[in-house]
C-alpha cells in the first residue's frame, strides 16, 4: 500500500495479528480489483519485519513462479527452514 493509505484496515489487521486468542485466521475479502493482495502483501512485509510471520506465498497469473499451486508448500518450507 502507498505510504498512508489503508491505514484503518492495516491497523485492524495488525492488531489481530498481535492477539494470540483471537482466531487464527483473518478473513479479508472484498471485489476483484479492491486491494485485497496489496493489503495483504503490506501486512505480510509489516509483521515479517516485526518477527510475527514466518512465511508467506503470493499467487498471481503474471508470474510463472507464482502461479504454480505446486510450488507453495515446497517455498514456505524453504522459508521456514
Known amino acids: 500500500c502507498l505510504r498512508g493509505t489503508r491505514e484503518t484496515v492495516l491497523s485492524k489487521i495488525e492488531s489481530w495479528a498481535r492477539d494470540f486468542s483471537k482466531s487464527p485466521v483473518f478473513w479479508l475479502n472484498g471485489l476483484a480489483g479492491t486491494g485485497k493482495s496489496t493489503i495483504a502483501q503490506t501486512v505480510s512485509e509489516r509483521v515479517f519485519g ?18 504454480n499451486l505446486r510450488l507453495i508448500f515446497p517455498t514456505l518450507a524453504f522459508q521456514l527452514a
Open 50 to 67: 516485526d518477527g510475527l510471520l514466518g512465511a508467506s506465498f503470493f499467487c498471481s497469473r503474471d508470474f510463472e513462479d507464482r502461479n
